[in-house]
């Protein structure tokens, strides 16, 4: 069975400063890795996926993440961060042979002026 | 175009009330979830369903079940409400082409009292 950890509950930051959202995962089997994020009242939306091949992945909104299979990890990362940022960012792997999807229990990036 | 709808939007129900949430999503998605997401838990996977006719736990399945009538719809019921059922629950569907993201509806805030 698959898991995601998110290091982080909270990350404050101040507007134009970089930011960086941990996330390990653990599977038995291969892999497809994302990044969500949601917006207060609202549902969620893709923010970037690693599927396969360069292991730097570019999403929506300045965000990139690199996948390292050695680490288990699939961190976020944003060199200047806006006040539109603040929301909640989730970390989720998906098994390839089942579609299963499993997210992680959520970084708050809150943005600071 | 609109996605996934999911039905109703808010509830409350009394200890022992049974309802059920409606999702139907118009992608020709596959594979269909519910998620609960309640404060530093994330999302965490209800049951899902790869196919029509099929469903499986997910990580917290006690308490709900869960039907997949069609290719479109895939409902979660409450059959006996409980205090610990109150939080927000979110509908998804993904196809099954390599790596497709999963769509997610605004979500439904139950409350139990």
């Known amino acids: 069975a698959q898991s995601v950890t998110q290091l982080d509950s909270q990350v404050p930051v101040f507007e134009e400063a970089p930011v960086e959202l941990r996330c390990n995962y653990s599977s038995s089997v291969s892999v497809y890795l994302f990044w969500y994020v949601q917006y207060p009242n609202q549902g969620l939306q893709l923010l970037l996926k690693y599927l396969s091949g360069s292991t730097l992945v570019k999403g929506i909104n300045g965000f990139e993440a690199e996948f390292n299979k050695s680490q288990t990890s699939f961190h976020l990362r944003k060199p200047s961060v806006h006040i539109s940022d603040t929301a909640e960012y989730f970390c989720a792997v998906s098994d390839r042979s089942t579609d299963k999807l499993i997210f992680g229990t959520g970084t708050r990036l809150q943005v600071f002026p | ?113």
Request: proline share 4%; hydrophobic share 30%; aromatic share 10%.
């Open chain 2, 1 to 113: 175009n609109a996605g996934v709808t999911q039905t109703p939007k808010f509830q409350v129900l009394k200890t022992g009330q049974s309802m059920t949430l409606q999702c139907a999503q118009d992608m020709n998605h596959n594979s269909m979830y519910w998620y609960r997401q309640d404060p530093g838990m994330g999302l965490r996977l209800i049951y899902y369903s790869a196919s029509e006719g099929t469903t499986d736990k997910g990580e917290v399945p006690n308490g709900y079940n869960v039907s997949r009538l069609n290719k479109r719809e895939f409902s979660l019921r409450l059959e006996s409400a409980a205090p610990s059922q109150t939080s927000v629950y979110f509908c998804a569907s993904s196809g099954r082409q390599v790596g497709t993201e999963a769509f997610f509806g605004q979500g439904t805030r139950l409350t139990v009292v």
